[in-house]
C-alpha cells in the first residue's frame, strides 16, 4: 500500500522553472479530459498518441491519474524501478512512445495510493519537471475524470499549453458531467482542441455495420453548445478492448480496421495546431 507521507519542504519557484525548461523543448502539450468516469479517456490518450507517433511525430504519453493508473496495462508495461540520475528520470520507452505513469512504481498491482493533494501535486510536478522527456512534438497528458487535483496541477503547471481533448459518451448522463470540464477549461483558459465521442455504437464484429445502442451525438451536441470542434466519433468496437487487454495500441494492432481509420482522422486537425 502506498500511504501519504510527509514530504520535504519544496520551493514552488524553482519547482516551476524546472517544469519551464522541459516543457520547453516540447512543442504541445494536450490534456485529456473528462468530466465523468467510464467513457474510455484512457484508451483514447493511448491511441490519440499512438496515431501521432504513427504520423511521424515524437510522442510521449504522461499518465496523471493517480488513484486508477491504467496506460501501463493498456502498452504492455509492467512495474518497474524508474532510471537516470540526479537530475532527471528517464521515461519508459513503449515502441515509439515516451512514457510515465504512477502505475510504475507499485510491483503489488492491487495496492492503492492512498494519497492527499499535496503527494499528488509533487508527483506531477516531478513528472513534468523531472522526467527528461527531451525534444518532443506532443505531450499526451492522461487526467483522471473530474476537475480535481490532478487536472487542475497539470493546468496551472503548464504555462503555454496547446489544449485539451475533452471525451465523452453519447448519453445525457455522461454529457451533464461533461460540460463541466468544458467550463473547467475556460475558467482556466485552457483552450479546447475538440470533443471525441466514445462509445458511439457498436461495430458489428462480423459485418462492421455501426448499430446505435445509445442515443447519438452526444458530443457533436456539446461541441455546438461550447462552440468547439467536434473530433469524430467513436463506435464500441470489441478488438478495441482486445487490444487494450493485449497491452497494445488499438490503432496499430488493427490498423486495417474502420475504426483506426477514424482515429487517424480525429488526430488531423492535432497535426495542424499552429497553422492558419
Known amino acids: 500500500m502506498s500511504t501519504c507521507k510527509s514530504q520535504p519542504a519544496t520551493n514552488p519557484a524553482q519547482d516551476q522553472e ?18 465523468k468516469g467510464g467513457v474510455g479517456k484512457s484508451t483514447v490518450s493511448v491511441n490519440l498518441a499512438a496515431a501521432l507517433a504513427e504520423a511521424g511525430k515524437k510522442v510521449g504519453l504522461l499518465d496523471v491519474d493517480i488513484h486508477g493508473p491504467s496506460i501501463p496495462t493498456m502498452l504492455g508495461l509492467r512495474p518497474q524501478p524508474f532510471m537516470g540520475t540526479a537530475d532527471a528520470i528517464e521515461p519508459v520507452v513503449a515502441g515509439n512512445l515516451k ?11 492491487d495496492a ?14 516531478q513528472f ?25 496541477s497539470v493546468c496551472q503547471l503548464i504555462k503555454e499549453p496547446a489544449g485539451a481533448v475533452i471525451v465523452t459518451t453519447p448519453q445525457k448522463v455522461a454529457a451533464v458531467d461533461v460540460r463541466k470540464s468544458l467550463t473547467f477549461c475556460g475558467k482556466l483558459n485552457m483552450p479546447v482542441l475538440g470533443i471525441v465521442e466514445n462509445m458511439s455504437g457498436f461495430a458489428c464484429p462480423k459485418c462492421g455495420e455501426v448499430v446505435n445502442i445509445f442515443h447519438s451525438g452526444g458530443g457533436a451536441e456539446l461541441a455546438a453548445d461550447f462552440g468547439v470542434p467536434f473530433l469524430g466519433a467513436l463506435p464500441i468496437d470489441p478488438a478495441i478492448g482486445m487490444a487494450c487487454d493485449a497491452g497494445q495500441p488499438f490503432v496499430q494492432s488493427y490498423a486495417a480496421s474502420e475504426t483506426a481509420q477514424i482515429l487517424r482522422e480525429i488526430i488531423q486537425p492535432l497535426l495542424h495546431i499552429n497553422r492558419g
Open 99 to 109: 512514457v510515465m505513469s504512477v502505475g510504475f512504481v507499485n510491483e503489488d498491482l
Open 18 to 35: 524546472k517544469v519551464n525548461a522541459r516543457m520547453a523543448h516540447i512543442k504541445h502539450k494536450i490534456c485529456v479530459l473528462s468530466g
Open 128 to 152: 513534468l519537471g523531472d522526467v527528461e522527456w527531451g525534444e518532443l512534438d506532443y505531450l499526451i497528458i492522461d487526467c483522471p475524470p473530474g476537475t480535481g487535483d490532478e487536472p487542475l
Open 112 to 125: 492503492p495510493f492512498i494519497w492527499r493533494g499535496p503527494m499528488k501535486m509533487g508527483v506531477i510536478t
